[in-house]
């Protein structure tokens, strides 16, 4: 279901560029001037469109490594079935470890993120938290007790229904209600044609002259012709994964004889893939070693990797380390390798959570708030006083970016940074649309009031970083040139 009722867009269940951390791309220069809260100094971040919580997890999880400020993001999404997926995989990142392992998280996260049929076990859990997200939405008070840096406030009571039925729908036990497999297959079809009986053949084009000649040479074709067949990316934990994942389910507007129909399916990607978002990318660079011009991992075992890393960074403060690097170069990664357990790190583990009641289910995030927004509030941000000049960091999808427009200028602060997403990995374009549309987003920008900081190049670059120009400074072919003395 979408805000606001009928879409004919295609859900975003994965973004098509790897996962940021945030700080990472604001020039220092322009946090000198953030407003302080409690002497604490606030960074306000707008996500419009993300499609999943990879930038927002991975700059959450990473916030000890900057200077210590408070960081309130602001998320808007076209389909309320992406932020009842936020809900969810924000929720699987804060359970608490004393309840739940990193091994057995990392492998709920991926295979509810990135899996069309999941385990018994992992829908079991599924049906759980669903009747905690239905209270959440139903009941706000006891949301803001159990999660108080989640803030569901903005979100319209229309909207709070659809999220609740759309929670109903996850826990209901009848895999005949959403036929993923059959979805799959029908829009495999759909999309190759005539190429269709020949379509490992077409697998293979994909993936080595568009994603491999693009940067994503460690996704190996038996994981990604598995994936393209079947829809299923992670299958870390051995066991039958034969459970229609419903959080890949949302409904379009679709012409039927002459007239449009709301039908349920899967209407999602199935041409470039859950990898792109953990899994093509590591700061552990020896994952990305190849030998005779093959790489030794997979994006499977990077992704896995890289959510560990994560989670136990979230945890302890400290970045992930791995005993015994060449032992883990030659053998299978399993998450039981690389949790670390040495005196120094499992004290502040444990100093992390000595202040947690037994009972805690959630690990607290402090100086961190999270605000749902309503789709609407897309292209009326600038019409609300609170928000004049007030974001330092915006971040918009390839799939959002027609919504920037001049009025955003409005509510960024300061230097504000604004980051679009490339299309680099998305399999569908050829490349002279790749090559267009960074001169497209330029200009877009541009007339939104940033201009680029840094050159941009869409044969390298999975996003565009441009700068809030001030008013006092004049654009010059692109750039920021200063004023004269």
């Known amino acids: 279901m979408a805000a606001g009722g009928m879409k004919r867009t295609s859900p975003v269940w994965w973004g098509i560029s790897p996962a940021l951390d945030l700080q990472m791309h604001v020039p220092p220069n322009s946090t000198d001037h953030l407003s302080s809260y409690d002497d604490l100094p606030e960074m306000n971040i707008l996500l419009v469109g993300v499609g999943d919580c990879r930038h927002l997890l991975k700059t959450i999880c990473q916030a000890s490594r900057w200077p210590r400020k408070k960081l309130n993001f602001f998320i808007i999404e076209r389909d309320l079935e992406l932020l009842a997926r936020h809900m969810l995989f924000l929720t699987l990142a804060l359970e608490n470890p004393k309840q739940m392992g990193l091994q057995e998280k990392s492998e709920l996260f991926l295979e509810l993120f990135g899996n069309s049929l999941i385990r018994n076990k992992t829908f079991t859990y599924l049906q759980e938290k669903c009747e905690l997200f239905i209270q959440f939405v139903t009941d706000p008070d006891y949301q803001q007790s159990i999660i108080p840096s989640l803030n569901l406030s903005s979100i319209k009571f229309k909207e709070r229904d659809e999220l609740e039925a759309i929670f109903k729908f996850w826990r209901m036990p009848d895999p005949n209600l959403f036929p993923i497999e059959r979805y799959w297959d029908f829009k495999n079809r759909e999309y190759l044609g005539r190429q269709y009986d020949s379509r490992k053949g077409a697998y293979d084009w994909d993936l080595s ?74 700061e552990k660079k020896t994952l990305l070693k190849t030998a005779n011009g093959v790489h030794i991992k997979t994006a499977q075992e990077i992704s896995q990797y890289n959510v560990v890393s994560m989670f136990h960074e979230l945890v302890t403060g400290q970045k992930y380390l791995v005993p015994g690097d060449d032992k883990a170069e030659t053998e299978p990664i399993k998450p039981s390798n690389y949790y670390i357990v040495n005196k120094g790190e499992e004290g502040m583990e444990e100093s992390e959570n000595s202040n947690q009641p037994e009972t805690s289910s959630f690990i607290p995030l402090d100086n961190v708030e999270i605000h749902f927004l309503p789709f609407s509030w897309v292209n009326e941000l600038h019409h609300k006083n609170k928000f004049t000049n007030f ?95």
């Open 391 to 485: 974001f330092h960091l915006f971040y918009f999808s390839c799939s959002m970016v027609h919504f920037l427009n001049p009025e955003y200028k409005l509510i960024a602060a300061s230097k504000a940074t604004l980051i679009l997403e490339l299309t680099k990995f998305m399999v569908t374009l050829q490349a002279e649309k790749l090559k267009s549309y960074i001169d497209i987003i330029t200009k877009v920008a541009h007339e939104a009031g940033f201009t680029s900081a840094k050159p941009n190049d869409w044969q390298k670059d999975p996003i565009a970083t441009f700068q809030r120009v001030d008013d006092s400074v004049d654009l010059k072919n692109g750039d920021v040139e200063p004023q004269a003395d």
């Open 209 to 282: 002259m568009k994603l491999h000649d693009r940067g994503a040479g460690v996704i190996h074709s038996n994981e990604y012709n598995h994936w393209r067949e079947k829809g299923v990316a992670f299958m870390i934990r051995e066991g039958i994964y034969d459970v229609p994942n419903k959080t890949l389910a949302s409904h379009m507007i679709v012409p039927h004889r002459g007239a449009v129909v709301r039908t349920q399916g899967y209407y999602g990607d199935i041409t470039t893939s859950p990898y792109i978002a953990y899994g093509i990318e590591t």
